[in-house]
């Protein structure tokens, strides 16, 4: 924050690039001699932080992917259909991490930051409705066990949408709006089936990662 100041004062150059680089650095170097002189392994590598750091990555690429979704020119045969690129680290984790509640901090802080980046209180109440019915939905039909992962994401992209159009309909008084669900349920099907295609050969290079056969051992231990 006393950077910002600096940089936006517009009178004190020296110091503000002195903030953003020499001291920045030096600062950076001490902190990582201090930290790494102090920390023993057994506290830095404890299974609260590395849960912390795998929820950081998840969140990340999740923004990012919502992001990049964002810029990409993708002709739809109807208003407000997506790709939904960001569902999929919301399918991933729901397989892999061990606890129900880290996937939807994951896909509430997402869409917070998204929000906060670019978006209205419009955009946020159709984000966070077309999330609910969409994680709800993927989460009875895996709780069950009688649906693929592919079957999974389908319903994900198809409750997303569903979740937007009420919320639609709600904001502008008109049910008439409605009547694009169809189109956007054969939309949510397609990216589904696409999504799910895609979970499916990341959770398998996953399987491979000692820290990926440890969350499923606590999954299993949880259920």
């Known amino acids: 924050m006393l950077g910002n100041i600096f940089r936006e004062s517009g009178v004190v150059s020296r110091i503000s690039n002195t903030a953003q680089n020499e001291l920045m650095n030096i600062i950076t170097i001490f902190l990582g001699v201090t930290v790494g002189a102090t920390a023993s392994g057994e506290v830095f590598l404890s299974p ?19 992001v990049v979704e964002g810029m990409l020119p993708v002709p739809f045969i109807a208003p407000g259909a997506k790709l939904g690129l960001a569902n999929l680290i919301t399918v991933i984790a ?3 991490l061990p606890r ?15 929000t906060a980046f670019g978006g209205g209180i419009n955009a946020f109440l159709y984000s966070v409705a077309g999330a609910a ?49 169809p189109i956007l349920a054969v939309a949510g099907t397609g990216t589904g ?15 491979r990662l000692p820290i990926y056969r440890r969350m499923q051992e606590e999954n299993q231990a949880i259920n």
Request: hydrophobic letters at 60%; proline letters at 0%; glycine letters at 8%.
């Open 48 to 66: 609260q932080t590395i849960g912390i750091i795998i929820l950081g990555l998840f969140i990340a690429q999740s923004l990012v992917l919502y």
């Open 94 to 96: 729901l397989y892999a």
């Open 100 to 114: 129900k509640r880290d996937v939807c901090l994951i896909l509430l802080v997402r869409i917070i930051l998204a």
């Open 133 to 181: 019915f969409s994680l709800g939905a993927m989460m009875v039909l895996q709780k069950t066990g009688k649906c693929s992962i592919i079957g999974v994401s389908t319903a994900g992209g198809i409750f997303h949408n569903l979740g937007q159009v009420i919320v639609a309909s709600l904001v502008v008084e008109n049910i008439k709006i409605m009547l694009y669900l």
């Open 193 to 207: 089936i696409l999504i799910g295609i895609t979970a499916i050969f990341t959770l398998r290079h996953l399987k």
